[in-house]
């Protein structure tokens, strides 16, 4: 498996903008989960799925993000408008499910992004 | 409810001396525990965990830790540090017994090795 996925890996925008950033997890894991990682706040969980479900999006910041997983291979992590203080490093982690919740979590690259 | 605290911000080493990076955690049942390292410009790698069982777990790259239920910690372990070593640690805990939710980690330890 290529692991995790992550698209694109480096993306620069100005403030008002759309961005979409794109994972797709490992094969057979059920759970996925977005964090952001700043200097300032280390790194944030922003949302997490099982099994393409919603279940915890009380990371995310504002109404300006949104996170969707049409399928158990593609998610997307959505900032609308983009704004300078979004700049992070945002990634993606799958797992498979252990005890009736997520095991050990498989990271992503990350997506470096810059909002001028 | 589930935390986990890393009290040193930084820890510095010199090449081929042990190294602990430290670890607490509070959950209300039973934890599992994980370390993950990270290097400059890339993404959380996983280092080891515990699950149950023997109390020292080994890892890659020569890590060890130990889980201790009394005092609460699972302290990263190496016997001797490399100048490759040099990263920043995250602890991570899931309390088993909360079923669903994701892993809690802690804020990172900058580990520096110097030559």
């Known amino acids: 498996d290529a692991g995790v996925i992550q698209s694109p890996r480096h993306e620069v925008t100005e403030m008002g903008q759309e961005v979409t950033l794109r994972c797709k997890p490992i094969?057979?894991?059920?759970?996925l989960f977005w964090y952001r990682q700043t200097m300032m706040r280390g790194l944030e969980l922003l949302i997490y799925?099982?099994?393409?479900?919603?279940?915890?999006d009380s990371g995310m910041p504002e109404d300006r993000f949104s996170a969707k997983m049409p399928n158990a291979s593609f998610s997307t992590l959505k900032i609308q408008p983009s704004e300078p203080r979004d700049s992070a490093v945002y990634f993606c982690?799958?797992?498979?499910?252990?005890?009736?919740?997520?095991?050990?979590?498989?990271f992503g690259p990350g997506t470096r992004l810059t909002v001028l | 409810a589930q935390s986990v605290a890393q009290p040193e911000d930084q820890v510095n080493v010199a090449e081929g001396n042990p190294l602990t990076v430290k670890c607490t955690y509070s959950v209300s049942g039973n934890p599992y525990l994980f370390w993950y390292v990270q290097y400059p410009n890339r993404g959380l790698q996983f280092l080891l965990k515990y699950i149950t069982g023997d109390n020292l777990v080994k890892g890659s790259y020569g890590f060890e830790a130990e889980f201790n239920k009394s005092q609460t910690s699972f302290h990263l372990k190496k016997p001797s540090a490399l100048v490759s070593d040099s990263a920043l640690y995250f602890c991570a805990v899931r309390d088993i017994n909360q079923a669903g939710t994701a892993l809690i980690f802690g804020k990172g330890t900058t580990l520096s090795v110097s030559s």
């Open positions: 982690a799958s797992s498979f499910a252990l005890a009736g919740g997520p095991h050990e979590q498989f």
């Open positions: 799925f099982n099994n393409n479900v919603p279940i915890d």
């Open positions: 094969s057979g894991h059920d759970y």
